[in-house]
T-cell receptor, first 117, second 111 residues
Framework: EAQVTQNPRYLITVTGKKLTVTCSQN?????MSWYRQDPGLGLRQIYY???????DKGDVPEGYKVSRKEKRNFPLILESPSPNQTSLYFC????????????????FGSGTRLTVV | DQQVKQNSPSLSVQEGRISILNCDYT??????FLWYKKYPAEGPTFLIS?????DKNEDGRFTVFLNKSAKHLSLHIVPSQPGDSAVYFC??????????FGTGTSLTVIP
């Protein structure tokens, strides 16, 4: 089954304790991205990657890191989590889109609910 | 600044009636628009899309309308069913892989 897999689904951690949320896709997609969803703010992009070893900042990158060493994996790293990073996180992937190929947008993972206390 | 806006955080509709979800955008460069549906504890899933060369696209009970002059799109669900109860996000793009999302509208269909 074609899918984007995130782990863990739920995570409670303490301020300052480094954590990694993993994301893996099995569709050979070039493009991967991380979003956070917060009440009243919708989905905001954190980082994205156009291909292996190519990453760039989205709208809210502060406090996050990413890496793309393999095509299928795109982990999100919080070096020193803070309470304002408590949120619902989604990983997404898509094939490289040309103008005619944007019909279905992204495939999203099921989400990771992170609480930082 | 939010380039894609959904001004109604929530909407309640009786089963069998029409649901109309609205979305406004500010960037006139946007030329592709999508609607996603999200159930609790799941990721958003693709619902329907429309290119700026069209003003309407239908898929079963779902129709998306695009008014480029007003920078407005809407999603019509007819007839609404209880299983349609979810959060709906609109998204817009003007190049490649970059999509900009609205804040979402929570639809409740009352049996």
């Amino acid at each position: 089954e074609a899918q984007v897999t995130q782990n863990p689904r739920y995570l409670i951690t303490v301020t300052g304790k480094k954590l990694t949320v993993t994301c893996s896709q099995n569709m050979n997609h070039e493009y991967m991205s991380w979003y956070r969803q917060d009440p009243g703010l919708g989905l905001r992009q954190i980082y994205y990657s156009m291909n292996v070893e190519v990453t760039d900042k989205g709208d809210v990158p502060e406090g996050y890191k990413v890496s793309r060493k393999e095509k299928r994996n795109f982990p999100l790293i919080l070096e020193s989590p803070s309470p304002n990073q408590t949120s619902l996180y989604f990983c997404a992937s898509s094939p490289q889109m040309r103008d005619w190929g944007r019909e279905r947008g992204y495939t999203f993972g099921s989400g990771t609910r992170l609480t930082v206390v | 600044d939010q380039q894609v806006k959904q001004n109604s955080p929530s909407l309640s509709v009786q089963e069998g009636r029409i649901s109309i979800l609205n979305c406004d955008y500010t960037n006139s460069m946007f030329d592709y628009f999508l609607w996603y549906k999200k159930y609790p504890a799941e990721g958003p899933t693709f619902l329907i899309s429309i290119s700026s060369i069209k003003d309407k696209n239908e898929d079963g009970r779902f129709t998306v309308f695009l008014n480029k002059s007003a920078k407005h799109l809407s999603l019509h669900i007819v007839p609404s069913q209880p299983g349609d109860s979810a959060v709906y996000f609109c998204a817009a793009s003007y190049t490649g892989n970059q999509f900009y999302f609205g804040t979402g509208t929570s639809l409740t269909v009352i049996p």
